[in-house]
């Protein structure tokens, strides 16, 4: 089955150390995304790929590094600078980000605890 | 960017219909609405999506003005297990345009 997968399910760092949250897709899809969210809260855009080698920051970026040297990767580095790590963190992808028809595959998320 | 603005919060009871709207401005014109459906600690999962009028799915329909400055998500006989969180999606029509999540409407179903 093709899907999004994210890893591990928990993670949990002490204050200071970086910590990398991996994403890997086997859709074929161009364009993947991560996205923070809070208790209770909705959905905000950390950084985005259009494409290999390639990649925009969201709302939220600072405080976050990304790389997309594969078409299947994407992954998120949370760095000591970003001040209020603990999080919910979701990966997605889509088709083609130009597309006006291509909806978003979500993974199951990596819950991060930073303490 | 394109900000959808929902309610917050809706409770139904179990077998009624639920409609949910989203306003949307902003949004760009060639881009569907799309819908989705998030259970706690899980990533959100496509409910539907629309361009304009009327489209249904076997799990909801939704429903979309001439302007496309809304749309109205709508669950049929509604199921305690229903019971979860639902965004619209709109795409900024500006350069960027960026996937932006509203708030989400947390539906609660009763017994």
């Known amino acids: 089955d093709g899907g999004i997968t994210q890893s591990p399910k928990y993670l949990f760092r002490k204050e200071g150390q970086n910590v990398t949250l991996s994403c890997e897709q086997n859709?074929?899809?161009?364009?993947m995304y991560w996205y923070r969210q809070d208790p209770g809260q909705g959905l905000r855009l950390i950084y985005y790929?259009?494409?290999?080698?390639?990649?925009q920051k969201g709302d939220i970026a600072e405080g976050y590094s990304v790389s997309r040297e594969k078409k299947e990767s994407f992954p998120l580095t949370v760095t000591s600078a970003q001040k209020n790590p603990t999080a919910f963190y979701l990966c997605?992808?889509?088709?083609?980000?130009?597309?006006?028809?291509?909806?978003?595959?979500f993974g199951n998320g990596t819950r991060l605890t930073v303490t | 960017l394109a900000k959808t603005t929902q309610p917050i919060s809706m409770d139904s009871y179990e077998g009624q219909e639920v409609n949910i709207t989203c306003s949307h401005n902003?949004?760009?014109?060639?881009?569907?609405i799309t819908w989705y459906q998030q259970f706690p600690s899980q990533g959100p999962r496509f409910i539907i999506q629309g361009y304009k009028t009327k489209v249904t799915n076997e799990v909801a329909s939704l429903f979309i003005p001439a302007d496309r400055k809304s749309s109205t998500l709508s669950l049929p006989r509604v199921s305690l297990s229903d019971t979860a969180v639902y965004y619209c999606l709109g795409r900024d029509s500006g350069s960027a345009r960026q996937l932006t999540f509203g708030s989400g409407t947390q539906l609660t179903v009763l017994p």
């Open positions: 902003n949004i760009a014109t060639n881009d569907y």
């Open positions: 859709l074929n899809h161009d364009a």
């Open positions: 997605a992808s889509t088709r083609n980000h130009n597309l006006g028809d291509s909806p978003l595959h």
């Open positions: 790929s259009q494409i290999v080698n390639d990649f």
